[in-house]
């Protein structure tokens, strides 16, 4: 299943559960279950966000964007961190008013019926989004998918704590619940906040993608043929990767351009989503990334 139909079903989800949270909400007057009413708002917000940010990614490179728009599926992430830190202070502040003045809660059975199915939901989708960011190498589906996480099981925790309530009848255990809620969503939007960082930072790509990397290079390595100056980062679902490729001065350009396709053939075929730039040098020249341009000047002189 594509990314965007994907964050569609995300957005119809969350206005389902929207209703149904909002309506428990309504018929308990949880303030437990208005915390959680507030999250799939932010849930909807994110998924909205998302898609746009995903339509943007998959724009093609232009003059201004040489490199193209998977980037922007990193402020997707970004943004969904900081409505969720929004959400959770609201939630804190409606939990504190409540904590000081408790207000019995009426007919648990609907709202904790309601609560349970809108969790089941998002549960599912979770479960079928996040396999689709690992598929995909999509950091929006993945914030999305960890979110509904999140609610899934902030819902659950409301659930347990209304029965905790109904049982004893401690009325502050509502507020307390959530306020606990409101304190799990600020780790995951820490979490969120920190990936998109990451990937704005140019991260290298991951360790196993590097290990099939090098072991794609293996294969055209030899006595007269070698690499050095690897280096690699991604963006979005894009990965990319320069290079050095050292061989015989004697080679026409023609059979080191000729050889050069071939090890981009191999790279693009191995790892999905990879732009290689491959330098050609001869085999006796290194290039020196550390020295300083007085230095690089008395080299050239």
């Known amino acids: 299943m594509q990314v965007k139909t994907l964050l569609k079903l995300s957005i119809a989800a969350a206005v389902v559960t929207i209703v149904m949270k909002t309506a428990a909400w309504w018929i308990t007057d949880s303030v437990g279950l208005l915390s959680d009413a507030m999250e799939s708002f932010v849930n909807l917000a994110s998924a909205l966000f998302g898609l746009a940010m995903v339509i943007i990614a998959q724009r093609p490179a232009d003059d201004d964007h040489p490199f193209g728009h998977s980037k922007a599926e990193y402020f997707s992430s970004g943004f969904e961190g900081l409505l969720i830190a929004g959400a959770a202070a609201g939630i804190i502040w409606a939990a504190a008013h409540r904590f000081f003045n408790p207000q019995p809660l009426e007919s648990l059975g609907w709202g904790l019926v309601l609560a349970a199915l809108s ?5 599912v989708l979770a479960w079928r989004m996040m396999a689709a960011s690992i598929e995909h190498r999509s ?7 960890r979110h509904l996480y999140t609610d899934v099981w902030t819902s659950a925790g409301v659930v347990v704590g209304l029965i905790g309530v109904h049982l004893t009848g401690w009325l502050w255990l509502d507020p307390l619940l959530a306020i606990g809620v409101a304190l799990n969503i600020l780790r995951e939007a820490a ?15 991951e360790p196993e993608v590097r290990v099939q990397i090098d072991r794609t290079l293996a294969q055209f390595a030899h006595s007269t043929i070698r690499f050095d100056h690897l280096v690699t980062r991604r963006a979005g679902q894009r990965r990319f990767l320069d290079v050095h490729m050292h061989m015989p001065a004697g080679w026409t350009l023609g059979r080191a351009a000729a050889l050069r396709a071939d090890v981009e053939q191999a790279l693009m075929n191995d790892v999905p ?8 040098l001869p085999s006796n020249v290194e290039a020196r990334f550390d020295q300083s341009d007085d230095e690089r000047a008395k080299a050239v002189s």
């Open 119 to 123: 969790s089941a939901l998002n549960g």
């Open 139 to 145: 950091i929006v589906l993945e914030a999305d998918a």
């Open 191 to 205: 979490h969120l906040a920190w990936r998109s960082v990451e990937g704005l930072m140019d991260s290298a790509l």
């Open 273 to 280: 989503g990879l732009r290689a730039s491959i330098q050609l």
